[in-house]
T-cell receptor, first 116, second 113 residues
Framework: GAVVSQHPSRVICKSGTSVKIECRSLDFQATTMFWYRQFPKKSLMLMATSNEGSKATYEQGVEKDKFLINHASLTLSTLTVTSAHPEDSSFYIC????????????FGSGTQLSVL | GQQLNQSPQSMFIQEGEDVSMNCTSSSIFNTWLWYKQEPGEGPVLLIALYKAGELTSNGRLTAQFGITRKDSFLNISASIPSDVGIYFCAGRGGGTSYGKLTFGQGTILTVHP
């Protein structure tokens, strides 16, 4: 299957700092990527849809100024958690739709964010 | 919004047993996908279904797209310890953006040797 690389896999930061998470499609171009948040043993919650060259579309209840998304190229989307607080601690996962694969979404390996 | 109800929430089985889990929706879905997630990792696609009634296998895994387009099931035959993980169904309903999926709550599978 297609490879989606996510980095870092784990990050610990102090409250009030910002954290950037990268999501790269390694062997295909992704015009659309998706960012999810997941709590332990819970389902994936879609946060936003990242569109190359345009603004991200956020789901209801997700603060766009808190979770900044940039999709500047066809192989890279970034999620920046700004002024992080302990309640932002979570597992963040990106995914990308592979063109011409009839809606198959491939996921990155996730980033565990811990805010102290 | 669209919701998927996935059951069971968890299963504890012996190695060699067969497993069945399912997802239902109150609205019609056009695509069903089944994923497996292991601790600390992202979900891995197992099977994708696109047509009502479609039955697809991937090794010991078999999944079907329900005739009513409101449900799907995943079966695992002759389970082995490495089947342990969380299994998620995911689907796209009519009127939603291409590629935008709704996920079920997940089924936590534990296999005892």
């Amino acid at each position: 299957g297609a490879v989606v690389s996510q980095h870092p896999s784990r990050v610990i930061c102090k409250s009030g700092t910002s954290v950037k998470i990268e999501c790269r499609s390694l062997d295909f171009q992704a015009t659309t990527m998706f960012w999810y948040r997941q709590f332990p043993k819970k389902s994936l919650m879609l946060m936003a849809t990242s569109n190359e060259g345009s603004k991200a579309t956020y789901e209801q209840g997700v603060e766009k100024d808190k979770f900044l998304i940039n999709h500047a190229s066809l192989t890279l989307s970034t999620l920046t958690v700004t002024s992080a607080h302990p309640e932002d601690s979570s597992f963040y996962i990106c995914s990308a739709r592979v063109p011409a694969t009839n809606e198959k979404l491939f996921f990155g390996s996730g980033t565990q964010l811990s805010v102290l | 919004g669209q919701q998927l109800n996935q059951s069971p929430q968890s299963m504890f089985i012996q190695e060699g047993e067969d497993v069945s889990m399912n997802c239902t929706s109150s609205s019609i879905f056009n695509t069903w996908l089944w994923y497996k997630q292991e601790p600390g990792e992202g979900p891995v696609l197992l099977i994708a279904l696109y047509k009502a009634g479609e039955l697809t296998s991937n090794g010991r895994l078999t999944a079907q797209f329900g005739i009513t387009r409101k449900d799907s099931f995943l079966n695992i035959s002759a389970s082995i310890p490495s089947d342990v993980g969380i299994y998620f169904c995911a689907g796209r309903g009519g009127g939603t953006s291409y590629g935008k999926l709704t996920f079920g709550q997940g089924t936590i599978l534990t296999v005892h040797p």
